[in-house]
């Protein structure tokens, strides 16, 4: 519990530092300049590719709390997106990408430490040699699907 208070501490801060609204402003500036009707595609496409390589070496669920105003903040200030396809991108990429690393995940460090407790030792780059592979391809099959449900549902109710 302590550790979610902390965290929402943390979000805020960044947010009274002005990052966040740095980061949505840098966001919201690439997508404009991508004709309105490809302009979903494209979020979803930057959302989730940014969180799953941003969360392979940052924890994902500080990473995820801190996207989450940016999202909105990008919704609000571009034409032509909505926040349900870039939740769904969020919540894909930094679950996927926490498999790139062995610090992506909470799950991860106590899978290297059980196994540590085993007698089977697993580096930083042992993962990475497996991790990052997977990650990548989850990613990519995460892009069609969400590419193909925006294509189907979303883009009709886009901003």
Known sequence: LLFFAALFVLVE?????????FIADTLSGVVTTVPAGGRQAFSIFVILWTSAIFSSFVDNIPFTATM???MRKMVESVDGISIEPLAWALALGACFGGNGT??????NIVMVSKAEVEGFHIS?????KVGFPVMILTVA?????????N?????????
């Open 13 to 21: 801060a960044v947010g009274e530092l002005g990052l966040l609204r």
């Open 68 to 70: 989450i105003p940016v």
């Open 102 to 107: 062995l610090i992506g995940a909470s799950a």
């Open 124 to 128: 930083f780059i042992d993962f990475f």
């Open 141 to 149: 099959v995460a892009t069609v699907y969400l590419l193909v449900c």
């Open 151 to 159: 294509a189907m549902f979303w883009q009709a109710t886009a901003g």
